[in-house]
T-cell receptor, first 109, second 117 residues
Framework: DAKTTQPPSMDCAEGRAANLPCNHS???????VYWYRQIHSQGPQYIIH???NNETNEMASLIITEDRKSSTLILPHATLRDTAVYYC??????????FGAGTRLTVKP | EPEVTQTPSHQVTQMGQEVILRCVPI?????FYWYRQILGQKVEFLVS????????KSEIFDDQFSVERPDGSNFTLKIRSTKLEDSAMYFC???????????????FGAGSRLTVL
């Protein structure tokens, strides 16, 4: 699997957009970008995934650069409940999901 | 919304004892997984299971560990002789069977906390 690089921590003000970056410069053509988050010690929760087009769902938006070497997860209006560790994972359809250290996002009032 | 259910939520055991952690994956899912997370550390892949056999396992998943799908609904992780370092949160996950990016989305359970004394 391609490796990903994420900042270890970020802060965001409540109500503002949270933009979480991820670098995956060695991504292969058949690898997708997945984002999960883990709130406190709960099980990881799927957020969104994409291949090359930008994606949006009820939780977040995923912006993937044209060269696919990086992406940004956007939480448009962060709330205190969005405080969590966010994981960016790159994988193809055949291998298993492996988690890195992620970014610890703290949403502050 | 369909859920992955794990039991027990917390188990305390003595070193050397056998432990079985149970999971009920989402009913129409075909791929099953166990992960663990030692306190303060990252989520680590242990094993994946499909068609009644292990698909892949990590170096953590040694001979002390085994998995089983004893019936049509349960998926279990057994630790034969627990060690202090097995203390962790264990997460079960499942996903659908189609080969597509959407089918690769894992649904995780809430976890089972294992404390080995």
């Amino acid at each position: 699997d391609a490796k990903t690089t994420q900042p270890p921590s970020m802060d965001c003000a409540e109500g503002r957009a949270a933009n979480l970056p991820c670098n995956h410069s060695t991504i292969s053509g058949n690898e997708y970008v997945y984002w999960y988050r883990q709130i406190h010690s709960q099980g990881p929760q799927y957020i969104i995934h994409g291949l090359k087009n930008n994606e949006t769902n009820e939780m977040a938006s995923l912006i993937i650069t044209e060269d696919r070497k990086s992406s940004t997860l956007i939480l448009p209006h962060a709330t205190l409940r969005d405080t969590a560790v966010y994981y960016c994972i790159v994988k193809n359809n055949n291998n298993d999901m492996r988690f890195g250290a992620g970014t610890r996002l703290t949403v502050k009032p | 919304e369909p859920e992955v259910t794990q039991t027990p939520s917390h188990q305390v055991t003595q070193m050397g004892q056998e432990v079985i952690l149970r999971c009920v994956p989402i009913s129409n899912h075909l791929y099953f997984y166990w992960y663990r997370q030692i306190l303060g550390q990252k989520v680590e892949f242990l094993v994946s299971f499909y068609n009644n056999e292990i698909s892949e396992k990590s170096e953590i998943f040694d001979d002390q560990f085994s998995v089983e799908r004893p019936d049509g609904s349960n998926f279990t992780l057994k630790i034969r002789s627990t060690k202090l370092e097995d203390s962790a949160m264990y997460f079960c996950a499942s996903r659908g069977g189609a080969v597509s990016s959407g089918a690769n989305v894992l649904t995780f359970g809430a976890g089972s906390r294992l404390t080995v004394l």
